[in-house]
């Protein structure tokens, strides 16, 4: 894969330490799975390392990854500096690749006092203004992408909207950023796709959505949607998240229970991917999307927001 490829040239020396918050399954902790995966072995040495295993915990020996993982069982986010900072140095890295925002918030305010021979890098996993923004504690994000993020060695963009957004709102300095699109499992992904997928009825037209119950995927827009579509149509998300409860009240107050359906979080969404006839994403903002992309791979074509057969 030509985007592991990119990874690997900015890696210094072997010894490779990969930090996420959780195991879990959401779209930047597949990247980073598949990054371990892929990484040339004769080349490079991983090592995984999360705060805590997280819910819905990836299973690495399906997905065929093989690496010594290291859990911090740190239960919150605010508790882990001083856990990681002591992590990281018996570790003992060449290069350090974090993802997520606000981890990379965490590591950037701590790492003056973290070995200078590491190379630090960030993986940006949406647009940060406005992830910032969408945020409760948005002023806070802002001033510490405004005075800390730079600190990485480099910084690793989804694509040029990001970068772009870095530079323009935060002033970091172009030089220090690369832009590398999301790596995709192939075999991993047409595998899983084929399994059975016994919950669609294959005589519905079935529209499908994936990510998680958040403000932000707009899918309350998916409901109305549902409520003035034809009755042959199935709308399907496979996604956990808050806004399940307030989900499920308008569902239920609008009377199509049977229109939509919250499949929940699943292993496997792919397997859903590939028996859907549409899939839909009118999310109000998004980083790289993972799932729009995996549907296009599963030989499915784009048109507008909506993505057809």
């Not at 040029?160 to 870095?166: C, K």
């Not at 399940?244 to 009377?255: C, F, T, Y």
Request: with cysteine; hydrophobic share 40%; charged share 30%.
């Amino acid at each position: 894969m030509d985007e592991i490829k990119q990874y690997e040239k900015l890696f210094k020396e072997r010894k490779v330490l990969f930090i996420m918050p959780a195991l879990s399954t959401g779209g930047a902790e597949r990247v980073m799975v598949t990054i371990i995966k892929h990484l040339n072995r004769e080349l490079f040495s991983p090592t995984l390392m999360v705060l805590n295993q997280g819910k819905n915990v990836l299973d690495l020996e399906d997905i065929g990854c093989k690496v010594d993982v290291i859990d911090l069982k740190v239960k919150r986010a605010r508790y882990a500096p001083l856990t990681l900072i002591s992590a990281i140095k018996k570790a003992d890295p060449d290069t350090v690749i974090s993802t997520l925002g606000y981890l990379n918030e965490i590591l950037s305010v701590v790492l003056p006092i973290l070995p200078k021979k590491i190379h630090f890098i960030a993986r940006e996993s949406s647009v940060p203004s406005l992830r910032n923004k969408a945020d409760s504690k948005s002023k806070l994000h802002d001033f510490i992408y405004r005075r800390f993020i730079k600190r990485f060695n480099t910084i690793v963009c989804q694509s040029t909207e990001m970068l772009e957004d870095l530079n323009g709102e935060y002033g970091i300095p172009k030089s220090q950023m690369v832009v590398i699109d999301n790596p995709l499992d192939a075999e991993y992904i047409q595998r899983k796709s084929k399994e059975e997928c016994l919950e669609m009825n294959k005589e519905a037209h079935n529209i499908l959505a994936v990510g998680s119950l958040k403000k932000v995927k707009n899918y309350n827009l998916l409901i109305e949607e549902a409520t003035l579509s034809s009755s042959n149509n199935k709308y399907w998300i496979v996604g956990e998240g808050e806004e399940r409860n307030n989900l499920e009240a308008v569902i239920s107050e609008k009377g199509i229970e049977d229109k939509v359906i919250l499949l929940g979080h699943q292993n496997n969404p792919w397997k859903f991917m590939a028996n859907a006839n549409e899939f839909w994403q009118k999310s109000h903002w998004e980083g790289n999307s993972n799932a729009k992309k995996e549907w296009e791979f599963l030989k499915k074509s784009v048109t507008n927001n909506h993505l057809k057969t």
